[in-house]
């Protein structure tokens, strides 16, 4: 099964930017590449989701690489409401439309005023 | 309001004394999936159900049960209790597989002991 690996945690000043790194290195040529956060107490919340392409919601921008074996989640200026952990998610077809949902461990964002 | 509705937010029970978790989405969202989430271990998917009547297992479906009679309601059933299952539950639905976002409930917060 194809897995992604993120750093358990990053540090962040408020109003700057913010590079969030994934590696998926046996991701599928169909998988999606999917980022959710989870704010303390509550449910994780989608973020953003790309398979080639780099892109850009009112949230953050998704960089993937060309070969799609990594992507980093930008968060362009950081608030204290963005401090979360951040998860990178590849849905999984390598059984063939298995719906099967594939969690990194997350990255704990910290931002500090 | 779409949403995603589970109940109840907090459960405390005993060892085999059975339960049922609800999940329903206003949404008409044909996918819906289970998680479970504990300290160090980030979500793991439990079940997950690609529409009516068609389910299957995800990363630790043992001691779990669901059914989807209906598009909108996928209930997780604990026949049987035990401590390892205290956790705290999150329902997730989409309105498709690859390409389109998870929509989570608040959670459900289950002791068992």
């Known amino acids: 099964d194809a897995k992604t690996t993120q750093p358990n945690s990053m540090e962040s000043n408020e109003e700057e930017p913010v590079h969030l790194p994934c590696n998926h290195s046996t991701i599928s040529g169909t998988d999606y590449i999917h980022w959710y956060r989870q704010l303390p107490s509550q449910g994780p919340e989608y973020v953003i989701h790309g398979l080639t392409s780099n892109v850009n919601n009112r949230m953050a921008s998704l960089a993937i690489a060309e070969d799609r074996k990594s992507s980093t989640l930008i968060l362009h200026r950081a608030t204290l409401r963005d401090a979360a952990v951040y998860y990178c998610?590849?849905?999984?077809?390598?059984?063939?439309?298995?719906?099967?949902?594939?969690f990194g461990q997350g990255t704990t964002l910290q931002v500090k005023p | 309001e779409a949403q995603v509705t589970q109940n109840p937010r907090y459960l405390i029970t005993v060892t085999g004394k059975k339960l049922t978790v609800t999940c329903s989405q206003n949404m008409n969202h044909e996918y819906m999936s289970w998680y479970r989430q504990d300290p160090g271990l980030g979500l793991r998917q439990i079940y997950y159900s690609m529409n009516v009547e068609v389910t299957d297992k995800g990363d630790v479906p043992e001691g779990y049960k669901v059914s989807r009679k209906e598009k909108r309601n996928f209930p997780l059933i604990l026949e049987s209790p035990s401590p390892n299952q205290t956790s705290l539950y999150f329902c997730a639905s989409s309105i498709g597989f690859y390409n389109s976002p998870l929509h989570f409930g608040n959670g459900t917060r289950l002791t068992v002991t």
């Open positions: 998610i590849l849905r999984d077809v390598s059984k063939g439309n298995t719906g099967k949902l594939i």
